[in-house]
C-alpha cells in the first residue's frame, strides 16, 4: 500500500497570507496526485489532478506542484473561505486503490 | 449539473447488513468509473471500493474484501453498495463518488453529500 503523509498537521494562517502543504508518497505516484478541500458538513471538493491541474471553477489562487514522491498545494493569498482541511490523494497504483493522506487543517490564525 | 444523492444508510447492529444506493443525474452515468469512499466520525478520508463503467472490473479495499458488494445498473443509473457482517468500524459516512474517467484509476470529480452508517448494539 502507499502510504501518504501531509504535513503539518495543523497551519494557522491570516488571511492574505501564503499557505504551503505537503504531501508525501511512501513511493513514487508519477503525476497521479489529487488534492481535495473540505469544509465542516460538507463533502471533499476537487481542487487539483495530475498534481498540478486545477479543477473546473477552482480559483487560480490554488496551485500544485511535485512528481513522484513529493508535492506542494499552495494558497497563494489564503481567503476566508479557504479555512478548510485539504487531503491528497494517490491514484498511481495498479489494480486501483486510492490512499489519501491524513489530512492538513488550515485554521485562521 | 452533476448530482449524486446516496441513501439507504442508518442505524444497524454488528453482524448485519445494509445496502446504499446512489441515483446519478446530470451526466452519461455509463461512462464513468464510480466509487465507494468513507469518512469515520472526525477521520480522513478512506477508499472503500471501484467499478469500471460497464461494471466489469471491481477492487475493493482489505477491510471491504469479502463483506462489501460493489454493483451499478447503468440502465437506472444507480450504484450500490452491499455491505454484509457489519462491524462498529464501519460506522462512517459514505460517499458515492465520480471518477474522472471511465477508467476507475483517476481523481474524484464529484461527491455525493454523504450518508451515514452506524453499527452498534
Known amino acids: 500500500e502507499i502510504v501518504m503523509t501531509q504535513s503539518p498537521a495543523t497551519l494557522s494562517v491570516s488571511p492574505g497570507e501564503r499557505a504551503t502543504l505537503s504531501c508525501r508518497a511512501s513511493q513514487s505516484v508519477s503525476s497521479n496526485l489529487a488534492w481535495y478541500q473540505q469544509k465542516p458538513g460538507q463533502a471533499p471538493r476537487l481542487l487539483i489532478y495530475?498534481?498540478?491541474t486545477r479543477a473546473t471553477g477552482i480559483p487560480a489562487r490554488f496551485s500544485g506542484s511535485g512528481s513522484g514522491t513529493e508535492f506542494t498545494l499552495t494558497i497563494s493569498s489564503l481567503q476566508s473561505e479557504d479555512f478548510a482541511v485539504y487531503y491528497c490523494q494517490q491514484y498511481n497504483n495498479w489494480p486501483p486503490a486510492w490512499t489519501f493522506g491524513q489530512g492538513t487543517k488550515v485554521d485562521i490564525k | 449539473e452533476v448530482q449524486l444523492v446516496e441513501s439507504g444508510g442508518g442505524l444497524v447492529k454488528p453482524g448485519g447488513s445494509l445496502r446504499l444506493s446512489c441515483a446519478a443525474s446530470g451526466f452519461t452515468f455509463s461512462s464513468y468509473s464510480m466509487n465507494w469512499v468513507r469518512q469515520a466520525p472526525g477521520k480522513g478520508l478512506e477508499w472503500v471500493s471501484s467499478i469500471s463503467s460497464s461494471g466489469s472490473y471491481i477492487y475493493y479495499a482489505d477491510p471491504a474484501k469479502g463483506r462489501f458488494t460493489i454493483s451499478r445498473d447503468n440502465a437506472k443509473n444507480s450504484l450500490y453498495l452491499q455491505m454484509n457482517s457489519l462491524r462498529a468500524e464501519d460506522t462512517a459516512v459514505y460517499y458515492c463518488?465520480?471518477?474522472?474517467?471511465?477508467?476507475?484509476?483517476?481523481?474524484?470529480?464529484?461527491w455525493g453529500q454523504g450518508i451515514l452508517v452506524i453499527v452498534s448494539s
Open positions: 495530475g498534481a498540478s
Open positions: 463518488v465520480r471518477v474522472q474517467d471511465s477508467s476507475p484509476n483517476e481523481a474524484a470529480d464529484y
